[in-house]
């Protein structure tokens, strides 16, 4: 039974078409649940098989213009197709997924030329190609304007150097959307975002690195000798890319927001159908009223954080959702999945099937306050809009 989860008319997923969420549980529960453990043992899932099966019926590009090869669809539609892919069991997916459809295609999607988006983008949507991002490096992570790869013109090439670092999909993808520095003047406005295919000469991406969370997904080291790519490779404006990816770092905060909802609510039913079938206990909702309370108060900001990413992603998304509210409900989303997560661990005894789950869940979750700028960042960008709003009062 299901205790926490929304009416149909209350979920983010109710406006999708029935029959698409019916599939994507469906597709999560037949054809991606059942290899968890093999993929987590492996160190990667088959991402070109998976993005293959998601493109037959239309998942990765359902927000993006149909010029482009997308569906066309509202941003708020797509976000539901990210909470019903949390009936995923393997995390890595949903975030493999996220990379591909919220975090490397969207700047070229918006502002990439028909070469580009010929060549990178419709088969990426397609499923045909991997894609993944290169922008943390070693001294640049949530601040992206000290960069130091470089990309240098040459004729009518750029020859990039330098490394990227922390790359989801790197051992498996096909091309990167590089953030480099093109040249020495203002650190906002020295950046460009470049396509480079990463079968190209000179790069040479490190072996898988191991972690402790998310473990079916290749996360990868890249490095740059002089790799020469068409200076027609350059997403829009080259002097713009901090700009554009740093609009696209808001849809990756709405997706890792939206995927931990399912999680949660499931780990809270785990729990309180353990509370309910303990044996010798008449009357659960007395015997266990304190922890019954504990769980209907998580339950409740789980269904606030659902309205408020409905609410921030209706028809004039993204124009209506401002930096600050992005950053509060990605703020909220991280630290809310901890504290759900922790909690069904601390009630759960650890001989229950599901605790190992739970625990898997709490140590995945700490990427949710790091990925697409971390809690502090996102508290300074909320700080600047209470002064800002304190000294226009």
Known sequence: MNYFSGQAGNSIEATLPFSILETVKRHCQENLNPFKA????????PLHEIFKDLATYKLLGIQKDVKVGGQGM???????FAEALGHCTCPSINLAVGVQTDIATPALAKYGSTELV???????????LVACMGASEPGAGSDLSHCSTKAVIEGDDLVINGSKMWTTNGAQADWMCLLCQTNNKHPILNKALICVPLHTKGVVRSQ????????A????????????VPARFIIGNNKRGLIYQMEAFQEERLWVSATG?????????????????RPGRKNPELDFQHKLFEASLLSAEIATLRA?????????????ASNSVVSRLKLQAGRLQRRVFNWCCKVLPVNHPDWLTCHQHLLDCRLVSIAGGSDEVMMSFIGKELLKNSTQA
């Open 261 to 277: 909802l399912v999680p949660m609510e499931r780990s809270l039913n785990t729990v309180v159908e353990y509370l309910s079938s």
């Open 118 to 128: 010929d060549n990178f983008l419709k088969p990426s949507i397609n499923g045909d």
């Open 217 to 228: 997904s290749d996360t990868t080291m890249f490095f740059f000798d002089d790799v020469r």
């Open 308 to 320: 408020a990413l409905k609410t921030a992603t209706g028809s004039d998304f993204p124009s209506i």
């Open 74 to 80: 509202s941003y708020q539609t797509h976000l539901e």
């Open 38 to 45: 093999e993929w987590e043992k492996a160190g990667q899932a």
């Open 208 to 215: 898988k690195l191991k972690k402790i969370g998310f473990k």
